[in-house]
């Protein structure tokens, strides 16, 4: 079989179970070192993308409810839909006689302690070997030509914009490379920045892991149905952090998080979203007001103004 039959079988396989955007590159056009570290005979790297529902985004933009986003969105895809489309996708290549590694997220593991998952903390360690052993997922998706990096750091597509999820093969099979996404979505509206009800973000769009980790599980009254009137009560800070003007610490937001329990937490260590990656859905709207999405809907995600506490 040629190498662009076994794309085909490959992309294939990997669509039947549930993937939508699957893209090769040639392993000399990564910028990641970790490829050749994890994998030193890799020829090519595939990036395997599924799409984040736009109903899941529903219950939050409403207000309604709160676990569908992360549980669908995040847990079911994370940890059971994409693994199975990995094993799925590899075996077609080691049927084929090459050698397949299924890259996918842990998010335990982080590249050093300054920084945190939002969707895991606290259970995160630090990788044995810093960087080296664990992939740049945004930039190799970037390498692998899904699609390009907005402001908010989060990898915009054509057909999702930023609401989907990805994993990786790294293989020794030759498969024919695709070509890279010249940048045309994010035109630096800055929606994502004003979105965050923690200013996580800043203005050129570096991101707060740890201040992002508090807001992500809901440190913001004014997003938050389930927070109490006693919230953080001994914390000098409280009215501040529930404003969400504070600027935390890394030993505040733990602080913080120990203390955010007001809503269920998430099988497999995640934590719930309460601010549902506003980021995100800000400029998934802010797309989707331009035209600039393949993938079109009856009507528009936002319904009526964005409702807030006081
Ligand atoms: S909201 Fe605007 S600035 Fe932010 S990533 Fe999307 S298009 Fe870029
Ligand atoms: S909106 Fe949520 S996910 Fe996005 S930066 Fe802010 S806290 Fe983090």
């Not at 070192?33 to 599924?50: E, G, H, R, S």
């Not at 299924?102 to 960087?131: G, I, K, L, W």
């Not at 035209?291 to 936002?302: H, I, V, Y």
Request: with cysteine.
């Amino acid at each position: 079989m040629d190498t662009k039959e076994l794309k085909q079988q490959l992309a294939d396989a990997l669509i039947a179970e549930g993937a939508d955007i699957v893209r090769c590159g040639n392993v000399e056009r990564f910028h990641d070192p970790a490829i050749l570290q994890l994998m030193p005979t890799a020829k090519t790297v595939v990036c395997v993308a599924f799409r984040q529902l736009r109903g899941s985004r529903r219950g939050i933009e409403e207000g309604t409810t709160y676990y569908q986003y992360t549980t669908m969105a995040v847990i079911t895809l994370e940890e059971t839909v994409m693994p199975i489309a990995l094993l799925r996708g590899c075996a077609v290549l080691e049927k084929a006689g090459y050698e397949a590694l299924p890259q996918r997220r842990n998010q335990f593991v982080r590249h050093d302690t300054a920084n945190t998952s939002p969707e895991m903390y606290p259970e995160m360690v630090e990788a044995a070997n810093s960087h080296e052993l664990i992939m740049d997922f945004e930039q190799d998706a970037i390498d692998c030509g899904l699609g390009e990096r907005g402001l908010s750091g989060s990898i915009l597509t054509d057909e999702f914009g930023p609401c989907q999820r990805f994993v990786f093969i790294l293989t020794d099979a030759e498969l024919p490379p695709d070509p890279l996404v010249q940048p045309h979505l994010c035109d630096r509206c800055g929606k994502c920045v004003k979105a965050c009800p923690g200013h996580a973000l800043s203005a050129d769009g570096k991101l707060d892991t740890w201040q992002c980790s508090a807001y992500y599980a809901g440190a913001a009254k004014a997003i938050n149905p389930f927070m109490p009137e006693d919230a953080f009560a001994d914390d000098p800070d409280r009215l501040a952090i529930i404003a969400g003007e504070a600027h935390l610490t890394p030993e505040h937001a733990r602080e913080i998080l120990s203390q955010l329990v007001f809503y269920p937490g998430m099988r497999c260590g995640y934590h719930a979203s309460i601010c549902g990656r506003a980021c995100d859905t800000e400029c998934y709207i802010h797309l989707e007001e331009k035209g600039a999405l393949s993938r079109k809907f009856l009507t528009p995600f936002r319904k009526r103004p964005k409702w807030s506490l006081s």
